[in-house]
């Protein structure tokens, strides 16, 4: 009887414990991470992100989750540039939902990330593809693809936001065009490589020709400059020769002079030594037998001229 009692105690109390656990597991939800919650009562949402982690909630309240990891959407969007060419633009974008915004997302478009691509990131997407593309022409597009890049993720991502969508990386990875452009492109590209090739081959005409005029003028200049060191050459040669004649000339004379002077000196020391009868011999040695001529009266001189032969 005892046992029971026991048994049956044992089982109330069980039954407690499970009625406890269940009324107040009602009381808590948990946001699991990379989510965000969102309270709703009776159909009435409370402004207002729960974060990850255990919250307390009233029996009544529902608490749903919203993803707000980042995710990339992959959209392709036609569009007609400005010279009204079609291009057809891949882009790749990054986002994920505000997370102190996602009751809002929850209540104007939806309880999950592929409805707030669709509905709403990927019309913002087309939609500035096609306002920036008509910007520019085609060849534009091609040569300004980091400008046009810019401009377009600047657009996705100020519009994105005020739909609470953080965008956080534009890609665009790749531009298409008509057939009949991408052959007007390759014949356009082709053209100016020939026009480039062109001008290379002139230029190297050019240069050849300078080459020519230049390598010209420098002979030139080298024969002008050997034939002034010939010329200078010969000169100082002809004034080194007249130079010498000169001293050559000066030399002999001085040599004449000195000679002059040496047998002048001479005679006059023979002079000085000789007898006078001896000079009266030799005036009369050199007498050639002429008369001698008297000069005055009675008292005459015979002169007899020692230079006289």
């Known amino acids: 009887m005892r046992n029971n009692k026991m048994a049956i105690m044992a089982g109330v109390g069980v039954t407690v414990l499970i009625l406890t656990l269940m009324v107040g597991g009602s009381f808590f939800e948990v946001v699991d991470p990379g989510y965000r919650g969102v309270k709703v009562a009776f159909g009435d949402l409370t402004e ?133 452009f991408d052959r007007a492109i390759e014949a356009k590209v082709q053209a100016e490589q020939d026009f480039l090739r062109s001008q290379n081959e002139l230029k190297k005409e050019e240069v050849e020709a300078q080459k020519t005029v230049v390598k010209a003028e420098a002979d030139k200049q080298i024969r002008e400059l050997k034939a002034k060191a010939e010329r200078v050459a010969t000169e100082e040669a002809a004034a080194g020769q007249a130079k010498q004649i000169e001293l050559i000339s000066l030399a002999e004379a001085e040599a004449t002079k000195r000679a002059a002077e040496a047998q002048a000196e001479a005679n006059r020391k023979l002079l000085e030594t000789l007898d006078p009868k001896v000079l009266e011999y030799k005036k009369l040695e050199k007498w050639d037998g002429a008369l001698p001529r008297v000069s005055g009266g009675k008292d005459s001189i015979i002169l007899i001229d020692p230079e006289k032969k």
């Open 48 to 180: 207002e992100s729960l974060p990850e982690g255990l919250h307390f909630k009233a029996p009544w309240t529902t608490i749903y989750e919203l993803e707000v990891r980042e995710r990339i959407v992959n959209s392709k969007a036609g569009a007609a540039s400005s010279d009204l060419q079609s291009v057809s633009t891949q882009v790749a974008v990054n986002f994920r939902g505000d997370p102190e915004m996602v009751w809002w997302l929850y209540k104007n478009i939806g309880t999950s990330v592929e409805a707030w691509e669709f509905t709403k990131l990927s019309p913002i997407i087309q939609e500035s593809v096609k306002a920036v593309t008509a910007k520019y022409t085609a060849e534009n597009l091609i040569k300004n693809r980091e400008q046009v890049k810019k401009q377009i993720e600047d657009m996705i991502t100020t519009r994105a936001l005020s739909s609470h969508l953080i965008v956080t990386a534009v890609n665009i990875t790749d531009f298409s065009f008509s057939d009949a």
